[in-house]
């Protein structure tokens, strides 16, 4: 006869020791297979059966404290009553596992006393020594009647199962993606790692992966021709064909600054990547801002750090000479490469020689090897007294009106401006006669003072003169 499994419902082979569907033995080492109401099938389970018999804790059976036989309380069950109340007890069991769960009993806690027929309806005894709060009664159904389970955990095998299919093909998908983009035969190529290289050595590598180089010349402190760094970057991926730019490194070389202005010059070798530069400035005659001078040479190379010396032309400029003498002031300008040269200035500020400035005036930009006048105080006070002076010594007799005077001295010479000088000085007339073929004779008459002006002009010429004096 056919076993159907109380837990899931599961029809099975005759004789069958474990359930197909849930594997629940139906059997336990030593004890009788399960028949009757423990097969669901019809007929009277074996009364030797034991508690070693029952499927499992969830099916057995309750403590029993007290069953009585059909219509005779307190009378000891009958075999057929006990086989009812068995039949009850599972199949309770099998349509609420709430109750089964329960907990087993003991096999002593066995029914002694007689059973009341099946059809009557039984209390759930004690469980645990604890009673229950809620009292349950159950008919026990007929076992040719008994309704199968629902087979619950077949469905639930079958979506674990597919479940489990999922994810294996997921993972197995996974696997051949990765490994096919490990090996690049999708997602692009992989950049390669050639910076320290040579360019040359660079270059067909890159080639080689299937890409197209280009490179730039990058200023550096390293060796000449190595790869800097390279665009896309190393291991970046790329298409194929991709053009890959690579920095390549190359000297830094002292830059052709000489007669560009002083910011120009700055911003070449900013590029170069000079950082330690120092401007110096020096008289030239070359346009003033202008570099005339750049150490280390153009074209020389050199490191970042290296020190780079900008020469600045300034101009020449004339030097201050007021208040110098005469050779201190030619000596000054001889320094700057001036020639030299000088002319007289009338001025009654400063004392006769005194140099009053140059021309061009102090403070001009002028070349070297130009021609400065060094101004030299003259007194035209002193040049009229001295040119008074000169005509009154140039002779002694002199005649004003008809009288001759003899000139005794020069008393007083005094400048009055506008090139006019003062005189006063002291002369005695006189007379000469000569007696029917004799010598002359002279005779003087007493010394007089005579007052008077005189005036020059620029070339020292007398212009005139108040009383006139005649040079006799």
Same mark, same amino acid.
């Given at each position: 006869?056919?076993?159907?499994?109380?837990?899931?419902?599961?029809?099975?082979?005759?004789?069958?020791?474990?359930?197909?569907?849930?594997?629940?033995?139906?059997?336990?080492?030593?004890?009788?297979?399960?028949?009757?109401?423990?097969?669901?099938?019809?007929?009277?389970?074996?009364?030797?059966?034991? @508690?070693?018999?029952?499927?499992?804790?969830? @099916?057995?059976?309750?403590?029993?404290?007290?069953?009585?036989?059909?219509?005779?309380?307190?009378?000891?069950?009958?075999?057929?009553?006990?086989?009812?109340?068995?039949?009850?007890?599972?199949?309770?069991?099998?349509?609420?596992?709430?109750?089964?769960?329960?907990?087993?009993?003991?096999?002593?806690?066995?029914?002694?006393?007689?059973?009341?027929?099946?059809?009557?309806?039984?209390?759930?005894?004690?469980?645990?020594?604890?009673?229950?709060? #809620?009292?349950?009664?159950?008919?026990?159904?007929?076992?040719?009647?008994?309704?199968?389970?629902?087979?619950?955990?077949?469905?639930?095998?079958?979506?674990?199962?597919?479940?489990?299919?999922?994810?294996?093909?997921?993972?197995?998908?996974?696997?051949?993606?990765?490994?096919?983009?490990?090996?690049?035969?999708?997602?692009?190529?992989?950049?390669?790692?050639?910076?320290?290289?040579?360019?040359?050595?660079?270059?067909?590598?890159?080639?080689?992966?299937?890409?197209?180089?280009?490179?730039?010349?990058?200023?550096?402190?390293?060796?000449?021709?190595?790869?800097?760094? @390279?665009?896309?970057?190393?291991?970046?991926?790329?298409?194929?064909? @991709?053009?890959?730019?690579?920095?390549?490194?190359?000297?830094?070389?002292?830059?052709?600054?000489?007669?560009?202005?002083?910011?120009?010059?700055?911003?070449?070798?900013?590029?170069?990547?000079?950082?330690?530069?120092?401007?110096?400035? #020096?008289?030239?005659?070359?346009?003033?801002?202008?570099?005339?001078?750049?150490?280390?040479?153009?074209?020389?190379?050199?490191?970042?750090?290296?020190?780079?010396?900008?020469?600045?032309?300034?101009?020449?400029?004339?030097?201050?000479?007021?208040?110098?003498?005469?050779?201190?002031?030619?000596?000054?300008?001889?320094?700057?490469?001036?020639?030299?040269?000088?002319?007289?200035?009338?001025?009654?500020?400063?004392?006769?020689?005194?140099?009053?400035?140059?021309?061009?005036?102090?403070?001009?930009?002028?070349?070297?090897?130009?021609?400065?006048?060094?101004?030299?105080?003259?007194?035209?006070?002193?040049?009229?007294?001295?040119?008074?002076?000169?005509?009154?010594?140039?002779?002694?007799?002199?005649?004003?009106?008809?009288?001759?005077?003899?000139?005794?001295?020069?008393?007083?010479?005094?400048?009055?401006?506008?090139?006019?000088?003062?005189?006063?000085?002291?002369?005695?007339?006189?007379?000469?006669?000569?007696?029917?073929?004799?010598?002359?004779?002279?005779?003087?008459?007493?010394? #007089?003072?005579?007052?008077?002006?005189?005036?020059?002009?620029?070339?020292?010429?007398?212009?005139?003169?108040?009383?006139?004096?005649?040079?006799?």
């Amino acid at each position: 006869m056919d076993m159907i499994c109380p837990r899931c419902g599961m029809d099975n082979r005759s004789g069958a020791r474990f359930c197909n569907e849930c594997g629940m033995p139906f059997a336990r080492e030593g004890g009788a297979a399960l028949t009757g109401a423990f097969a669901w099938q019809d007929g009277a389970a074996p009364l030797d059966a034991t @508690t070693a018999d029952l499927p499992d804790a969830q @099916t057995t059976l309750p403590s029993v404290t007290s069953l009585d036989a059909p219509g005779v309380p307190g009378a000891p069950a009958s075999p057929a009553g006990l086989h009812e109340a068995i039949e009850d007890t599972f199949y309770i069991g099998a349509i609420d596992p709430v109750l089964a769960d329960r907990g087993s009993a003991p096999e002593s806690s066995l029914p002694t006393a007689p059973l009341q027929s099946a059809a009557h309806t039984q209390e759930l005894p004690q469980v645990g020594g604890v009673a229950d709060t #809620q009292s349950k009664a159950y008919k026990a159904s007929d076992a040719k009647k008994a309704p199968k389970m629902p087979r619950k955990g077949r469905v639930a095998n079958k979506g674990v199962l597919a479940l489990i299919i999922v994810v294996a093909v997921a993972l197995i998908g996974a696997g051949v993606a990765f490994g096919t983009y490990a090996l690049q035969l999708w997602g692009g190529k992989q950049v390669p790692n050639v910076i320290g290289l040579k360019a040359e050595d660079a270059t067909d590598k890159l080639e080689a992966a299937g890409f197209t180089v280009s490179q730039v010349l990058v200023k550096s402190d390293d060796v000449e021709g190595i790869v800097l760094k @390279t665009s896309p970057e190393p291991d970046r991926r790329a298409e194929a064909g @991709t053009e890959v730019i690579i920095d390549v490194s190359c000297a830094r070389t002292v830059p052709d600054v000489i007669g560009k202005s002083q910011d120009e010059a700055l911003a070449l070798l900013a590029e170069e990547g000079f950082e330690n530069v120092e401007v110096a400035e #020096q008289k030239s005659n070359e346009a003033p801002g202008t570099i005339i001078a750049v150490s280390p040479e153009v074209g020389v190379r050199s490191k970042a750090q290296s020190k780079i010396a900008l020469t600045v032309a300034i101009p020449y400029v004339v030097p201050a000479t007021s208040g110098l003498t005469f050779d201190e002031a030619k000596a000054a300008l001889e320094a700057e490469g001036y020639v030299v040269t000088s002319a007289y200035a009338y001025s009654e500020e400063v004392p006769e020689g005194s140099v009053l400035g140059t021309d061009p005036p102090e403070g001009t930009e002028l070349a070297s090897g130009s021609e400065v006048c060094i101004n030299v105080a003259k007194s035209r006070a002193n040049e009229v007294v001295g040119l008074a002076r000169a005509w009154f010594e140039g002779s002694a007799n002199y005649r004003m009106g008809k009288i001759s005077y003899e000139l005794q001295s020069v008393d007083e010479l005094r400048y009055e401006g506008d090139d006019t000088c003062a005189f006063t000085l002291t002369m005695r007339p006189y007379e000469t006669h000569s007696w029917f073929g004799s010598q002359p004779e002279t005779r003087y008459g007493n010394a #007089q003072k005579v007052t008077g002006t005189m005036r020059f002009s620029s070339s020292g010429q007398l212009e005139s003169m108040d009383p006139v004096l005649e040079r006799a």
